[in-house]
Every structure is written in structure tokens, then in C-alpha cells.
């Protein structure tokens, strides 16, 4: 039998999951990154990346036919012409390409998915700055360096990490006010998510026992990964991240884009994920709230509104259905009652939800008919329930909600 790998690279650790023909899981392992110093991140996510493999089943591991890989999106490096990192990798929420935000401006497209600080090509073009920059060759993600790892092909993207690159995701093709630039020739080679780049190298091969025709494929984010885990297909069907932030993903017939409202459209297929992601979701919860008040006061609501009207943020903005930078948060009254407090953050959040889906709708994607959820909230059916009394769908249970598993049946599916 055939074995697929599917490995999630997220910000605190990894996870690799196996699955089998049947997309069930066969084996998986996980591993929490240490603190190190930013200028060993590659080296440790190198070292995760083998010792992840490493410790799955001999037996599996020796009949994996596809490995696929996913990162954070917008994480980039650059490297020389042998591979070698050349300076410390900058992470999806860097924001030090705010120093090039003016110029790229005046290049790109007003609306433009990369006309952010924390967008991969902001952050090329402030590397274009630094003194270690003459020695690049490749930019390359997180994703794209850890494939590398395994199928020794430098400046290979797909198309779903290559979206703030520039790359134009409905042509699939770099546009040309992008080719035009210096940094042209540092942009990877862009294939579909999950498409087969090369097999394992003879030396990774050698080492992990792996093999020798177990193909390496594009790989993908890890938001995305999530969404193809839950088991989401149709359009309509969403599926919302209740993590640290609140995330939304509906997969749509349309593309939707609009900058200015922080909303963005990843291509899937012959589908479209679009979405947004907003401040407030579970950190705010935790600021106020242990885990355990959480459930214990969460098991005290009863009514799906409270007369409680907050926008529950830590600080002052938002991205998403609000694109406002001074957005101020609006966490007062507080009740008494901290059962009643957290009651309305609750319906807070869940408002904001509605509006963000409520938003993509008016703006051409299909019409909701369901929302899985994801993220440590998902835990909570009190949530659960008021969300369902705002969105007014069927609110499901994903089949999966590790984007490992979402990576894997990427490499199962290429």
C-alpha cells in the first residue's frame, strides 16, 4: 500500500501526519520548537523537519510515495546559489517592509495583495537593502526551503505562498509591473499546490529511509492546509478559525478582492478561498480568562444575546470586516458578573464573524450554507451556539482539524 506525508510547519512547533489510500491516518508525530536566537530558526527547522520524518514508523516510512509541505505564509529568506541562508529568516509578521511600503506603492496596483509591510515582497525589497543581498540567488518561504531540503531543486514556490509574492494567481503568470524589477530574477518557479517538483535525493534517501521514487510536491500555507483538512469542498462551504485571531475562509465560484476592506482570494483549483482575518478571537478570551473560567463560565450562558455591545480587542485596530488601524476596542460595561462579561465577548466575536462572512457575500462570493470550525474554540459549544444564532447556518464539526493532515492529502491528491 501507498503511504502519503503531509508536515505543517506553524510557529511554535510541527506536526507530521501519515495517511493511507483511504485518507486515514497511518502515524503521526509532533515536535515543539525551542527558543533559539532568530539567526538559528533555519537550522532548527531543518533539524525538526529530518527528526520528524526520522521518528515515524520504519515500515511506513519506507513506502511514503508523496511528501508534501506547508509554512507560514509570507516567512521568506534569502539564499545563495548552493541553498545556504544568507540572513535571519523574517516571519509572516515582520514588519520591517513598512521602510519600503512607499516605493511599492508607486509599483504595484492599488489594491494589491502585497501592498502590505508583512507581505513577502516587501520584505524582498527590504532585503534589496541589506549588505548581505548581493550574495542571493533564491527567495525563497518557509515551505519552499524545507521541500528544498528533500528534493535539492533551488527556487521552487507554489502558487498559494507565491499570492503576496505578486504572482498572479488567476494567469498564472508574475505580472508584468512585477518582471520588470530588479529582484526579478531571485522570484521562484511557481507550481500548483500538491504538483510532484522531483524525487528525494539520493543522500535524503540514504539518511531517512525513504524511497527512491517518493516524489516531493509543491507545498501550500497553513491556514490553507487547515481548510482542505476540515473537509470543506463546496462552494458556500466555510470554514472558520477560532485561534489566537479570528480567521474566515469560503470557498466561492468568485473571486473576491478588496484591499482596502482586508479581504483576499487564494485560488483552489478551479475555486477560490477567499477571506480575511480579524484582531479580536481567543487571545482577547485569554487576557480576561483562564482555561478553566473559561469553561466553567461558558457553561452559565444561557441566552444567545446578552445587552452587551463589545468589538473585543486587546488594542486599538483591526483588519478585518473593520480595515482600520485606530480602530479602538469596545470592551465597556463591564458587567458584575463575569459570566456576563465573557457572554458578551462571546457574541462580540461571533458579530464579528457574521459581518466578516455578511461582507464577502455583498461583495460576490456564493452564499453561505455551513461554517466548520477550527482552532481551540471550536472546544466550545456554548460558542458554538451563539455563533449559529448570527450566522444562521449549520455549524459542523470538521473531519480533521490538524493542517498536517490537509498537507497530506495534498501530496495523496497531486
Not at 495517511?19 to 527558543?35: C, G, P, T, W, Y
Not at 455563533?387 to 449549520?394: E, N, S, T
Amino acid at each position: 500500500m501507498n503511504f502519503y506525508l503531509g508536515i505543517d510547519f506553524g510557529t511554535s512547533g510541527a506536526r507530521a501526519v501519515i495517511v493511507d489510500e483511504n485518507s486515514i491516518i497511518r502515524a503521526e508525530v509532533e515536535q515543539q520548537f525551542k527558543l533559539v536566537a532568530p539567526e538559528y530558526w533555519a537550522a532548527m527547522w531543518q533539524k525538526a523537519l529530518f527528526n520528524l520524518i526520522a521518528r515515524l514508523p520504519r515500515e511506513l516510512r519506507a513506502e511514503i510515495k508523496a511528501i508534501a509541505i506547508n509554512g507560514t505564509s509570507s516567512t521568506v529568506m534569502l539564499c545563495d546559489q548552493l541553498g545556504n541562508v544568507l540572513n535571519t529568516p523574517l516571519l509572516y509578521n515582520d514588519g520591517r517592509g513598512v521602510e519600503v511600503l512607499e516605493k511599492l506603492q508607486a509599483i504595484a496596483p492599488a489594491n494589491n495583495i502585497v501592498l502590505s509591510a508583512t507581505s513577502s515582497l516587501a520584505k524582498l525589497l527590504w532585503m534589496s537593502k541589506q549588505p548581505f543581498f548581493n550574495q542571493g540567488r533564491y527567495l525563497l518561504h518557509q515551505a519552499d526551503y524545507l521541500a528544498y531540503l528533500l528534493h535539492g531543486k533551488l527556487g521552487i514556490s507554489d502558487y498559494h505562498n507565491a499570492l503576496k509574492l505578486g504572482y498572479d494567481v488567476e494567469k498564472l503568470a508574475y505580472p508584468a509591473w512585477l518582471t520588470n524589477l530588479a529582484v526579478m530574477p531571485l522570484l521562484p518557479q511557481v507550481l500548483a499546490p500538491g504538483k510532484p517538483i522531483g524525487e528525494v535525493t539520493p543522500a535524503i534517501n540514504q539518511t531517512l529511509g525513504l524511497r527512491n521514487d517518493c516524489l516531493i510536491c509543491a507545498g501550500t500555507t497553513d491556514s490553507i492546509a487547515a481548510f482542505l483538512a476540515s473537509g470543506a469542498k463546496k462552494p458556500g462551504e466555510a470554514v472558520t478559525s477560532l485561534g489566537s485571531t479570528l480567521v474566515l475562509k469560503l470557498l466561492s465560484r468568485t473571486r473576491v478582492e478588496n484591499a482596502e476592506l482586508g479581504i483576499y482570494s487564494h485560488r483552489l483549483g478551479d475555486l477560490w478561498l477567499t477571506g480575511g482575518a480579524s484582531n479580536t478571537g481567543g487571545a482577547v478570551l485569554r487576557h480576561f480568562f483562564t482555561d478553566a473560567e473559561l469553561t466553567s463560565f461558558s457553561s452559565q450562558i444561557e441566552a444567545h444575546t446578552s445587552n452587551l455591545d463589545y468589538y473585543p480587542l486587546l488594542k486599538m485596530g483591526d483588519r478585518f470586516p473593520i480595515n482600520d488601524p485606530l480602530l479602538p476596542p469596545r470592551l465597556e460595561p463591564r458587567p458584575d458578573s463575569d459570566v456576563e462579561f465573557l457572554h458578551g465577548l462571546l457574541e462580540g466575536i461571533a458579530r464579528i464573524e457574521a459581518k466578516g462572512y455578511e461582507l464577502l457575500q455583498q461583495l460576490g462570493a456564493d452564499k453561505l450554507t455551513c461554517v466548520y470550525t477550527a482552532g481551540g474554540g471550536a472546544k466550545n459549544s456554548v460558542w458554538t451556539r451563539i455563533r449559529g444564532f448570527y450566522l444562521q447556518v449549520p455549524m459542523l464539526s470538521p473531519i480533521h482539524t490538524a493542517a498536517a493532515y490537509g498537507t497530506a492529502l495534498l501530496a495523496k491528491n497531486n
